[in-house]
């Protein structure tokens, strides 16, 4: 059986103000739609999830860490996926000096009963795992716009005004149908199990901020308004899709454009010139394609936001940016000018959920550096690789990139730009100042309505594995504002 390692980072709803209508954020969902505001958290309180779970375990690790686990299996598998958890918080903890205590809601499940999501010609999810939720901010050090996923942003102690924080800080599935290696296990592992520690720290570090928002998702929408091929492209995640205004779930409806958002992370990705090895940021793509109808408009359907944009020079830069993505070792992480690591960019096409999102897989699978690449092996875990990489399996080039994001780390400086709250800019398409925008027409193009159903707006990759490795590929599905989809999902 071939399992694909599922990492859903699905967007969902925004959005709402609280604290004076000065605090947007949106709640990252995982197969549920649930419309939900920042001040009212609607998730489970962790008593209750500790009563109806079966080996629920609080674990307290210096009250830093906490997962509440609601594990479905027979108690001695449960017992297993407690150790494991535990001994998971005390590797982050023992690098990372958190300022306030994180809370993991994790389920230990079967997903073909939970989420329909069955082994289906040997393909098989063995997790997921998101942020519950962010807030957008705007970096005061280059105005850039990005989601902070909450529990980065509880790192930013100095903040004057402080969300009225969600019950949980990330949530983690695990599916029950894996042949996991629990670390309670006298035996050393073995070549058909999969080592449940690595996955689970892997999947916290991408809980903690690891994420990109560049995606093909808009590509994935557009592409089948032409009838000519439309050059692959990338974008940020789309401000409006993560707003009020239920955007790209239907081709006939009327779309805001309020720009793109990206996630903190993607502050420090940088593309290569090949001629010149020059590097250049991300962030100056993002700036360009956020002059794009100035951020501002209201397009009478994605008909006529397909035309304007394939007539851009924003498609240009998108499509400019893809070749990066997709080209091994062009894509470096730098911080303060020290390039750091090189990201994923083997995987073509690029692969959201794969791609940029994870340490190149060729150059770090050998190496300290191990844990975020976006394969992993069956019958090997931290325990053998600890004998190896003694500082266990957050590298140091991890360590520097998380300390860039904010966190506090031993012997790192946490880098914490002074953020501010985002606020919907006077006169913006369909906010309180601008509410009936007249609409955006542009039949003059190429596009031309689909002959697929809407579902062409949900996305879905599934990267191959090689039958020597047994690779795990990541998946994200970063979904465009998807409510009623998702329900199906
Ligand atoms: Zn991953």
């Given at each position: 059986m071939r399992l694909t390692w599922s990492y859903f980072l699905v967007t969902t709803t925004i959005v709402s103000v609280v604290q004076s209508s000065k605090l947007y954020c949106l709640t990252h969902r995982g197969s549920v739609h649930d419309l939900q505001t920042c001040s009212t958290s609607k998730t489970r309180s962790i008593s209750a999830a500790s009563l109806s779970s079966n080996a629920a375990t609080n674990i307290p690790n210096g009250n830093k860490v906490i997962f509440d686990l609601n594990c479905q299996a027979d108690s001695i598998t449960c017992e297993g996926v407690s150790t494991t958890l535990a001994k998971a918080a005390d590797i982050i903890t023992s690098v990372f000096q958190f300022e306030s205590p994180l809370i993991i809601n994790a389920s230990f499940i079967n997903f073909c009963q939970e989420y329909k999501d069955c082994d289906d010609n040997g393909v098989s999810s063995i997790g997921q795992a998101y942020p519950t939720i962010s807030y957008i901010m705007v970096d005061t050090t280059d105005n850039i716009t990005r989601m902070y996923p909450q529990p980065l942003l509880k790192q930013f102690t100095d903040l004057k005004v402080k969300p009225n924080w969600a019950t949980y800080d990330i949530n983690a599935q695990f599916n029950t149908e894996v042949n996991w290696y629990f670390t309670n296990n006298p035996d050393p592992i073995s070549s058909k199990e999969t080592d449940f520690l690595t996955n689970v720290v892997h999947e916290m570090i991408h809980g903690l901020g690891f994420v990109t928002s560049w995606s093909d998702d808009l590509y994935k929408v557009l592409a089948p308004l032409f009838d000519q091929d439309?050059?692959?492209?990338?974008?940020?995640?789309?401000?409006?899709?993560?707003?009020?205004?239920?955007?790209?779930?239907?081709?006939?409806?009327?779309?805001?454009?309020?720009?793109?958002?990206?996630?903190?992370?993607?502050?420090?990705?940088?593309?290569?010139?090949?001629?010149?090895?020059?590097t250049f940021p991300f962030t100056t793509i993002t700036k360009q394609l956020n002059y794009f109808m100035n951020s501002n408009a209201l397009f009478r359907s994605v008909i006529d936001l397909a035309n304007t944009w394939y007539g851009s020079g924003a498609y240009n830069h998108a499509v400019d940016i893809y070749s990066k993505s997709v080209t091994e070792l062009d894509v470096l992480a730098i911080i303060q000018g020290e390039p750091v690591i090189a990201l994923e960019t083997s995987v073509k096409p690029y692969s959201t959920g794969s791609s940029l999102c994870h340490v190149d897989q060729e150059k770090?699978?050998?190496?300290?550096?191990?844990?975020?690449?976006?394969?992993?092996?069956?019958?090997?875990?931290?325990?053998?690789?600890?004998?190896?990489?003694?500082?266990?399996?957050?590298?140091?080039?991890?360590?520097?990139?998380?300390?860039?994001?904010?966190?506090?780390?031993?012997?790192?400086?946490?880098?914490?730009?002074?953020?501010?709250?985002?606020?919907?800019?006077?006169?913006?398409?369909?906010?309180?100042?601008?509410?009936?925008?007249?609409?955006?027409?542009?039949?003059?193009?190429?596009?031309?309505?689909?002959?697929?159903?809407?579902?062409?707006?949900?996305?879905?990759?599934?990267?191959?594995?090689?039958?020597?490795?047994?690779?795990?590929?990541?998946?994200?599905?970063?979904?465009?504002?998807?409510?009623?989809?998702?329900?199906?999902?």
């Open positions: 439309l050059d692959r492209f990338i974008t940020p995640s789309l401000l409006a899709s993560t707003a009020f205004e239920q955007i790209l779930v239907g081709y006939d409806r009327p779309q805001p454009f309020w720009g793109f958002v990206e996630f903190p992370l993607d502050k420090f990705l940088n593309f290569k010139v090949e001629s010149t090895n020059v770090y699978v050998n190496s300290a550096e191990y844990l975020m690449v976006y394969t992993a092996k069956r019958g090997i875990g931290i325990t053998q690789l600890n004998s190896i990489y003694p500082h266990g399996p957050i590298g140091p080039k991890l360590r520097k990139l998380m300390a860039g994001l904010g966190y506090k780390i031993n012997s790192e400086n946490p880098s914490r730009p002074v953020l501010n709250y985002w606020n919907p800019p006077n006169g913006l398409v369909k906010t309180p100042s601008n509410p009936d925008p007249s609409f955006t027409v542009n039949l003059n193009g190429p596009a031309r309505s689909p002959t697929t159903s809407p579902s062409a707006f949900v996305t879905t990759h599934t990267a191959s594995s090689t039958p020597t490795t047994f690779n795990l590929p990541h998946i994200i599905n970063f979904v465009f504002l998807l409510p009623l989809l998702l329900l199906f999902l």
